[in-house]
């Protein structure tokens, strides 16, 4: 199985940047799809981004031109380029894998149920 530990978080100005990190070991990143969640405190895990074990992406309408997903060429690596940030992106970021899952298709890989590795996950806190 896989592990994953999330960097990259920390305090940022409205309208300001942060990349996320992701770090998997144990196993490599192409055996699975891979997502981006977030949880801001009172709320649900929300989705973000996934992307495919072949560099597929799909994103969420509330980050879709602001936030990029992509990975490493070593395949151990996953990322969240996240521009324009607002007050209401504060929240804990977490990277998941989805166990047997390749592919995006019909399942729902916008949902947190189905995935299965979370990391522990990463403070992002955006003030004016």
């Known amino acids: 199985q896989v592990q994953l530990v999330e960097s990259g978080g920390g305090s940022v100005q409205d309208g300001g940047s942060l990349t996320l990190s992701c770090l998997a070991s144990?196993?490599?990143?192409?055996?699975?799809?891979m997502g981006w969640f977030r949880q801001a405190p009172g709320k649900e895990r929300e989705w973000l981004p996934s992307?495919?074990?072949?560099?597929?992406?799909a994103y969420a309408d509330s980050v879709k031109g602001r936030f990029t997903i992509s990975k490493g060429s070593a395949n151990d690596n996953l990322y969240l380029q996240m521009n324009s940030l607002t007050l209401e992106d504060t929240a804990i970021y977490y990277c998941?894998?989805?166990?047997?899952?390749?592919?995006?298709?019909?399942?729902?890989?916008?949902?947190?149920?189905?995935?299965?590795?979370w990391g522990q996950g990463t403070q992002v806190t955006v003030s004016s």
């Open positions: 144990g196993d490599t990143l192409s055996r699975y799809v």
């Open positions: 992307i495919s074990a072949i560099g597929n992406t």
């Open positions: 998941a894998a989805a166990a047997g899952y390749r592919y995006l298709g019909s399942w729902k890989w916008y949902t947190a149920d189905e995935y299965t590795y």
